[in-house]
């Protein structure tokens, strides 16, 4: 369980807050982070091309498609050793308490198959120790919240808890979620190994924190900052050379 937040600095009075801070909070805090961003059209550099679904006459509309990537990362109180600036003559020191606790990370970056100006969707979850079957099932059952009324293409690695009987088992139960694998020794094409490259190289650099809640505040810091950049999700899958909107076949017409 990660420790609770430090108390905040006071905060001015509002007409729902009162002036004096409250105080902290000994709860859990909660291990999930799922994060939306609005429709927003994408990077310009990219030439993606708009399809529609395809749709008959007194038949209902297939429910769109949503392809999406999910991958596993650790982090620890060990930090993170990145190169850095320093007066000359001074050596930058980490110190740091050589513990050895951890959590995992969780991240799915999720694109729309049909509709290229809807932006990436981001789902991530940060919890203590690391991720088995059971684990990983809580992860799917919030991404189904999350994609409610969507079918889902999810596309991982062939960890053996991504393959295990049980999550089979449970995936043949589920109407709305496909599995793919990746293929083997083929990190390149994830595009959520960028997400975490991106994390450990800004926010989680040099980091020397006392707590795992320090390492948690931090990566949730990180995870709002790709959120609010609607260009850095498409990068990260534009930089694999993998494309989720194939350019339209010319003896097609558009609306097929």
């Known amino acids: 369980m990660l420790p609770a937040h430090p108390p905040h600095p006071p905060r001015t009075a509002t007409p729902d807050q009162p002036a004096h801070p409250a105080p902290p909070d000994h709860r859990p805090r909660p291990a999930l982070v799922i994060l939306a961003p609005q429709t927003t059209t994408p990077s ?3 030439p993606l091309q708009t399809t529609r679904p395809h749709t008959t006459r007194n038949c209902p509309t297939i429910r769109p498609k949503t ?16 190169r850095t ?3 000359r003559g001074r050596t930058p020191l980490l110190r740091h308490r050589l513990n050895w606790k951890r959590a995992s990370m969780a991240g799915a970056l999720g694109f729309h198959s049909t509709d290229p100006h809807r932006c990436a969707r981001l789902c991530f979850r940060l919890k203590p120790g690391s991720y088995d079957t059971a684990g990983l099932i809580e992860v799917l059952e919030q991404m189904k919240v999350f994609y409610r009324g969507e079918r889902v293409v999810l596309v ?4 053996s808890a991504h393959w295990s009987r049980a ?17 083997a020794y083929a990190p390149e094409l994830n595009p959520v190994e960028l997400l975490w490259s991106s994390l450990k190289k800004r926010e989680l650099a040099n980091l020397a924190g006392d707590h795992l809640a320090d390492v948690a505040d931090a990566t949730e810091q990180g995870i709002h900052r790709i959120n609010a950049n609607p260009r850095l999700p498409w990068s990260f899958l534009a930089h694999t050379g993998l494309t989720i ?5 010319p003896n097609l017409r558009k609306d097929q």
């Open 44 to 46: 310009p550099s990219q």
């Open 67 to 82: 392809v999406a990537v999910l991958d596993e990362s650790g982090v620890s109180l060990l930090p993170q050793i990145r």
């Open 85 to 87: 600036y320093s007066p």
């Open 156 to 159: 991982w690695d062939g960890l």
């Open 167 to 183: 999550m089979r088992a449970w995936v043949a139960e589920q109407d709305w979620l496909t599995l793919e694998r990746l293929p």
């Open 245 to 249: 909107h194939p350019p339209h076949p």
